[in-house]
């Protein structure tokens, strides 16, 4: 087993009395990417300045490459030389791109030609080589952060923290900086540590997702285990499963369990013994309708009465009374052809594998 790059055993943090990390063991190795995603105000910010060494917890233990680093200051700042971090905002001086980018290495005392050819380089990474001569704060929102980046990779990082990279800029170029970010996870080795509140972007850059909401770390794991194994219930509502069904398991054959979720019983594939207390969570978009009792393969089918039917982009949410709340998502053209309206019977199925139950803790 490899040791983590990065590791943090109980770390707490407190702003005054108010309790901002609770407890976060988390482990970084060498050349991942790592998402921390989560609701705005959960502890992000704060969790990547820790790490960043920005800050001191107020409890538990910080481990860079092996050694503790928060009780001596020299090697925080050893630590520190060997990481970047770029800010939500950041901020650019009134020079040029290109003596922005070289600022951090002169502070670190490189030499030129070695200063020039390492500006050329991360500007041809971040595709910003025209603009070396530009002054940097006539950038557009998405060029700044490109910079930054720029700037932070220059002095060759073997961590690179981002905040929130695309948080307040534009479609375009909120793609554009994501494209680039691709670009160097696949380019360099370097490991990076991003904090994110767009679940999409997570799933498409990280190796790993973390999840945090208020201070706690709730669960880490790739990206598919975190959408279709989340083992909370906050982190299921987080990441958007829609139905969230409180049930006992009252019946079991081999690992064909049946459910009772009070309005009707749900046939699912699960572990948990019968009287176990669960969450059945079904996503919307696994739950299919049709205007007439089909014979599906489906385990699960039920007959329901439309509540309530709202396009959302591209796509129709039908919310169901089948004697329980289901969510459907079904594509505009099949709730025009399946002529969906409020008050209306149809009948919605569901396969047992795709229910995920999870033990009711609260």
Known sequence: MSMALIETVNISQKYGKQEIIKNISLKVEQGEVLALIGPTGAGKTTLLRLLDLLELPASGHIYFDGEEVNSSKKLRLQARRRMSFVLQKPVVFNMSVRDNIACALKWRKEKEPAISRRVDSVLELVGMTGYSSRTARTLSGGETQLVAIARALAVTPEVLFLDEPTANLDPVSAARVEEVLAHIIGQQKTTLVMATHDMS??????????????????????????????????????????????????????????????????????????????????????????????????????????????????????????GFPLLAVVTRRSAQDLNLAADKKVYASFKATAVHVIKRWN
């Open 201 to 322: 972007q997570g799933q498409r850059l990280a190796g790993r997702i973390g999840v945090i909401i208020n201070g706690e770390l709730l669960q880490t794991g790739s990206p598919s285990d975190i959408f279709s194994t989340p083992q909370d219930t906050r982190v299921a509502e987080l990441v958007g499963i829609g139905n969230i069904l409180s049930g006992v398991i009252a019946n079991r054959d081999n690992e064909l369990v049946t459910i009772d979720v009070g309005g009707g019983l749900i046939q699912a594939i699960s572990e948990h013994g019968i009287g176990a207390e669960v969450h059945a969570l079904i996503r919307p978009e696994d739950v299919t309708l049709s205007p007439h009792h089909d014979t599906t393969s489906a385990r699960n089918t039920f007959e329901g009465r439309i509540t309530r039917v709202f396009p959302v982009g591209a796509l129709v949410r039908v919310e169901l009374d089948c």
